[in-house]
Structure formats: structure tokens, C-alpha cells
């Protein structure tokens, strides 16, 4: 992997790490993961 993709890979992760700890529904943690991908598309 080239270290753009580790960073990306890294943030993408932190995040869901993050957005799953924060979410208290099923419903929430897809909205959370939307969110999450919809920041990784930004960076790539």
C-alpha cells in the first residue's frame, strides 16, 4: 500500500472506530457509516 492509501485506510478507520462508539441504534450506526464514507470519498 502507498502511504496515501495507509493515511486515507487509517482515517477511514479512526472514524468508524469513532462513529461506532458513538451510536446507540442500528439506524444510527448507518447513518454514521454514511458519514464516514462520504468523508473517505472526499480524500480519494
Partial sequence: MTKPTKLIAAIALGTLAVASAA?????????????ASREVKKEI
Fill in 23 to 35: 451510536c446507540n441504534t442500528v439506524s444510527g450506526a448507518g447513518e454514521d457509516l454514511q458519514s
